[in-house]
């Protein structure tokens, strides 16, 4: 199990850099619209999603009792779906920035990106 975490909170810190990289590249741009404003949101969030659950998981405890390392794990799992599904979203909304065209494409693409995350990947784990 010990070895699993360590690969949650490597996979949380990398997403979080990229998230960091996309905020940064998303404020370089000179347009003032309503896209940019809920890219910077969206793209927030997921930045701090993936920091708090790489935060979570690299201070993990193995000496804890387990009732507690449990809900300590499944809120941090919690924080790394939400900051999947904002970061997909967020890949998604990036296409309006260029035009129509581009934008029905990438909210395309992540709309199937997040189908099979939730009914192919997660759907074990899952209740839906």
Do not use: C
């Amino acid at each position: 199990m010990e070895e699993g975490i360590k690969q949650l909170a490597l996979i949380s810190s990398v997403l979080g850099g990229f998230s960091f990289t996309f905020l940064s590249a998303i404020f370089a741009i000179k347009a003032q619209n309503k896209i940019k404003f809920s890219l910077i949101i969206v793209i927030t969030i997921a930045s701090m999603s993936f920091l708090l659950a790489a935060i979570g998981w690299s201070m993990f405890d193995f000496w804890e009792p387990t009732d507690n390392l449990q809900s300590h794990h499944q809120m941090l799992v919690k924080l790394l779906l939400v900051g999947l599904i904002t970061l997909i979203s967020a890949l998604g909304l990036s296409g309006w920035l260029n035009d129509r065209k581009t934008g029905i494409t990438t909210v395309i693409i992540s709309l199937l990106t997040l189908a099979i995350l939730f009914f192919g990947i997660l759907r074990h784990y899952l209740q839906l």
